[in-house]
């Protein structure tokens, strides 16, 4: 890779290339922003960048060297990634604490050593402890970079006034467009659409370009055509689409949340079309439809299904069981 296949976060790429020219890299970093937005990309650049071995005035990896082979083999012995389990609401102690432990070894090549601890919002108080020592007296040479996708307010104050905070922002559309035609998304209209709905966040963007979610989406539009809901035949419709993400919690929540975000979106054109305003995602055909759904129902009942949907989002990131949700959401909207 490449600064180049970063987009839309030059500020930040120039702030680090400053601070490296001129000597002053710290040692401890908070990355914070929304998810799918860049901040592991970013992360591993500059840990490449400074793993590179090619010694040169410019701030950028030669693609070419032992240590950029090795760190574009994932084999690199001093650069350490770690992430939280999918299964699991918390960072594990004994993951952060190896993590820890490595981190403080002498680096094997003897250039940098970097840790990249990914989901650092779901740190303990304990597991924040745990890294105080490190913190504070760092060994030498080595780069902590945390990724947070809550702002670093929201972020224990121990971890806070310890780390240089680099605010991460959602990217222009541009941007985002370019991104999903560098994953092979071809179709404009499609790209248009994905971009629109990812609000800046190119990995979100990526994770809705799914048919099948846009199949299932069709199943919304009926919802929002039948004067009455069957509860019980969408929980099971929708079970079954979350099941065939496979076996794993992880992959099943994010399709959970994705339906949710596709609702909601409908809900949100639905209230822009009633206003007059042109909708984010909908085409002129299902313009109609909303339209229609909009005049039977009411834009407060809209607003309380929106906040519902919304709350169900905010169970499912608290890891409340997926049947229950899924249960207690479609039975609020067959009410
Ligand atoms: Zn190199």
Known sequence: MSWKQILGHDRIIHQFANAWQTGRLGHA?????????????LARELANTLLCERKTSSFASCGECAGCHLFTANTHPDYLYATKPADKNEFPIKQVRELIDQFGMKSLRGGYKIAVLDDAETLST????????????????AMLILLSRVDSEQMLPTIRSRCQV??????????VREILSRHGVDDPILRDRLARLGGGS????????????WAFRNILVGLLKSEQIDSLEFTKQWQQFIDEAGKESGPKRKRLALVLKLFVNLLQD???IVHGVPPLVADSEL?????????????????????????ADDQNERYVQIDLILEAFADFLGR
Request: overall charge negative; glycine content about 6%; cysteine-free.
């Open 29 to 41: 970093y908070l990355f914070a922003g929304p998810p799918g937005i860049g901040k592991q990309s």
């Open 126 to 141: 304990e597991a924040a402890n745990a890294f105080l020592k490190t913190l504070e007296e760092p060994p030498p040479k």
């Open 166 to 175: 680099v605010r991460f922002s959602a990217l222009l559309p541009a941007d």
């Open 202 to 213: 190119p990995g979100q963007a990526i994770e809705l370009n799914d048919p099948d979610l």
């Open 270 to 272: 639905a209230v822009r």
């Open 287 to 311: 313009h109609e439809i909303l339209s229609k759904f909009a005049e039977r129902v009411g834009l407060d009942k809209i607003d309380r299904w929106t906040e519902r949907a919304i709350a």
